[in-house]
């Protein structure tokens, strides 16, 4: 089995900034694309921003250019720099992973999530 744990959520006035973290652990082969998602409240859940194994990255127009994701493939960690954080940016963000075990094969994985909250 695959776990995600996410951290670095909290609660930052607008125009703040976080670090969300999500490190994957388990008896994996290997990580394929890494992503981040949120949820609002009432909303469905959205893709933030996405990362390959590569390197390339996705991210949703909303955050372009105030967001950055990266990976440490070491440490099979990615994470997701949050800056000029909006009211509008509030919700639980999930890290997600396509991971491949022994066990399972070739499977997408989510984390717990972990809460942003954005004052104005």
């Known amino acids: 089995q695959v776990q995600l744990v996410e951290s670095g959520g909290g609660l930052v006035q607008?125009?703040?900034?976080?670090?969300?973290?999500?490190?994957?652990?388990?008896?994996?082969l290997s990580i394929n694309g890494m992503g981040w998602y949120r949820q609002a409240p009432g909303k469905q859940r959205e893709l933030v921003a996405f990362i390959t194994s590569g390197g390339i990255t996705n991210y949703a127009t909303s955050v372009k250019?105030?967001?950055?994701?990266?990976?440490?493939?070491?440490?099979?960690?990615?994470?997701?720099?949050?800056?000029s954080l909006k009211p509008e940016d509030t919700a639980v963000y999930y890290c997600n992973a396509g991971a491949v075990t022994v066990v399972a094969g070739s499977r997408a994985y989510w984390g717990q999530g972990t809460q942003v909250t954005v004052s104005s």
């Open 14 to 28: 607008a125009g703040g900034s976080l670090r969300l973290s999500c490190a994957a652990s388990g008896s994996i």
């Open 65 to 83: 250019g105030r967001f950055t994701i990266s990976r440490d493939n070491a440490k099979n960690t990615v994470y997701l720099q949050m800056n």
